[in-house]
């Protein structure tokens, strides 16, 4: 079964700091990677898809780039802002409608 | 904007009791998901759709059935609940055949079994 980890499980981070995000997974056969976002007590914002076919994807601030050889993906958020608050979750799909899930960084910007 | 709309934000109920839990989506797509997400866990499939009256187990699909009779709605119903069925319910979408594809998810509805 696909595990996905993504460490470090919670991160504070002044805010005007760039920043990275790791996902790493165990099958490199994907189809796609996607990235979400979860504000408490709400439901998952999608925030990227990357296809298997794709380097890297790119939404205002943010870039996700994937590398399937080494099993990582990797969220890349520009000069973060308080906004950013929330935890980032990955998803990698391995076969169809199997999305595996890592845990989630939670993320805290502060002023 | 794509809409996935579950029907209650907050739930209460006893063990023992029939809940059902709908999620209505506005935007055509064909593949429908429940999961559940629990602390130290993550998100767990339980079932999803891929076209209407179609439905298929996914991870932990044990205590749980679903009902697609349209397109457009998707229904969780825990026959008989129980206390480790408390949990946060969340309901999603996605467009394309053969994969999930990108998933657009609705708030989430956190029940507690008593």
């Known amino acids: 079964k696909q595990e996905v980890t993504q460490i470090p499980a919670a991160l504070s981070v002044p805010e005007g700091e760039n920043l990275v995000l790791n996902c790493s997974f165990t099958?490199?056969?994907?189809?796609?990677l996607q990235w979400f976002r979860q504000d408490p007590g709400k439901g998952l914002t999608s925030l990227l898809l990357i296809q298997s076919s794709q380097r890297e994807q790119t939404s205002g601030r943010l870039n996700a780039s994937l590398d399937k050889s080494s099993g990582r993906s990797t969220l890349y958020i520009a000069a973060s802002q308080p906004g950013d608050s929330a935890t980032y979750l990955c998803a990698a799909e391995v076969s169809g409608y199997a999305l595996n899930f890592g845990k989630g960084t939670s993320l805290l910007v502060t002023p | 904007d794509v809409k996935v709309t579950q029907s209650s934000r907050y739930l209460v109920k006893r063990t023992g009791e029939k809940v059902f839990l709908e999620c209505v989506q506005d935007m055509d797509h064909e593949n429908m998901f429940w999961y559940r997400q629990d602390p130290g866990l993550g998100l767990r499939l339980i079932y999803f759709s891929y076209d209407v009256k179609m439905k298929e187990k996914g991870d932990i699909p044990e205590g749980y059935s679903v009902s697609r009779e349209k397109k457009e709605r998707f229904s969780l119903i825990l026959e008989s609940a129980s206390t480790n069925q408390t949990s946060m319910y969340l309901c999603a979408s996605s467009f394309g055949r053969g994969s999930t594809g990108e998933l657009f998810f609705g708030e989430g509805s956190r029940l507690t079994v008593l």
């Open positions: 099958d490199s056969a994907i189809y796609n």
